[in-house]
């Protein structure tokens, strides 16, 4: 009867380990509470990250049908089918089936297989070479997403070992192109093949299991995101030679600009997700920034609250208002000559009720100098509502957490970068990001040098993806 679900051995294991930590596990079908062997899928998981950093899908170009191709392989198998789509050549998109009952809607586990480029000079080890050091899996893509990918990948391939009678398909996607160029990715899924992801729930990005001082702080879903509107500032002056000084230089007038809203603070706006974000980690916070979050809204504290999170917790600063950053500035030519024009570009991520308008009226306010044109982009990933808290898939998610980091607790998140789910949510579908186990050295790694997630880590969030999956898609 057992081995009709796992192999003997794994299944005694997991049994064993049950009954002597008296761990209580969710019935799956009425079945007994059968379980997988952590340890093995941390370790197969943690091979198949491996493969995946070794197969360079940098974005330019992306060549993401070559990692596609290798789960392909993966799965083929283990006797899955999966389909590889594409925009472009060498642009895969990988989806996978699980199928179910058909009594409830799918759920969509998804991870993009596109990295950002690395500067080599600065990292310890090879940044394609899957190193495992130290308790930890470095490459590019670790983090950001090969390690969801492969995490991902495992749970399906845990839930079709183990025959869970499902009500629920489950699928899997591995895309392409969320790194800058989502055409080839999760907008082509939609706009072509909207029926092979079509779901009612999406796992993704964009959370974090936060590590602080060797425990886990909190877990941490993101359940709305920030969206990029960047913003072009174009000086214009009279050009001339160097050795003339011009009141109307358009570098100096450009300068000013950028001085300007570089400084510059938008107005908080809580929501519904950042509220209950302070709220409940502040029982999990020291005193002192427990007392940060009370005076968050006191009139006469919020002032000084709000400049210590610009000066000191960046990461809280940029949830709570539409943010602006100056990231390029571009102007002349040669030394001797004041040029024409000068340019900076703005990377400006906006809060999810943002109104593009007031915004562009509050830049071109806050820079009050007509020599400066302020070009602000209407177009970039959709902005929805956020996915609730109330929903089957969030609280199997806390019920997951529970069991899985039983000490602390699950918080939504407002995530200041951008995903695909912002695609899905505009589809109407309840998505949710995950994140790995990572302190915050762990995270400022991403998109950086050394990028890399703990091997421990990507154990736990296996086990905690799978009993959340397992609870809302298995038959009761």
Known sequence: ??????????????????????????????????????????????????????????????????????????LDKEGIAAKIYEREPGRGNLVARLKGSGAKKPILMMAHLDVVGVERSQWTVEPFGGVVRDGYIYGRGAADNKGKAAGYLEVLLLLHRLKVPLERDVIYLAQAGEESTPRVGIEFMIARHWEEIACEFALDEGGVIRRKDGRIQYVGIATTEKSPRPARLIARGTPGHGSRPRPDNAIVHLAAAVAKVGTLQLPMRLNETTEAFFRGLAPRVSPEEAALFAQLKDPNETE?????????????????????????????????????????????????????????????????????????????????????????????????????????????????????????RAKGVQAYGLGNVMTEEDSDRVHGNDERISVEGLGQFIEYVYRAVAEVAAAK
Do not use: H
Not at 45 to 71: F, H, Q, S
């Open 1 to 74: 009867m057992r081995s009709q679900y796992v192999q003997p051995r794994s299944c005694f294991r997991a049994l064993a380990v049950g009954l002597c930590l008296g761990l209580s596990f969710p019935a799956i079908a009425q079945q007994p509470a059968v379980w997988p062997d952590w340890a093995e899928a941390r370790d197969e998981a943690v091979r198949l990250l491996g493969d995946l950093i070794r197969i360079d899908t940098t974005n330019p170009p992306g060549n993401e049908t070559k990692a596609a191709a290798y789960i392909q392989s993966v």
């Open 304 to 424: 000084r609250v709000q400049e210590l999170f610009r000066q000191k917790y960046l990461g809280y600063n940029t949830m709570i208002r539409t943010s602006i950053s100056p990231t390029m500035i571009a102007g002349g030519f040669r030394t001797n000559v004041i040029p024409a024009e000068a340019e900076a570009t703005l990377d400006i991520r906006v809060l999810p009720d943002e109104n593009l308008d007031e915004l562009e009226a509050a830049l071109r306010a806050a820079i009050a100098d007509p020599a400066v044109e302020v070009k602000l982009s209407r177009t970039g990933r959709p902005i929805s509502p956020p996915s609730p808290t109330d929903s089957a898939m969030y609280r199997a998610l806390e019920r997951a957490q529970a069991q899985v980091f039983p000490d602390t607790v699950t918080v939504p998140l407002l995530l200041a970068g951008a995903t695909d789910m912002a695609q899905l």
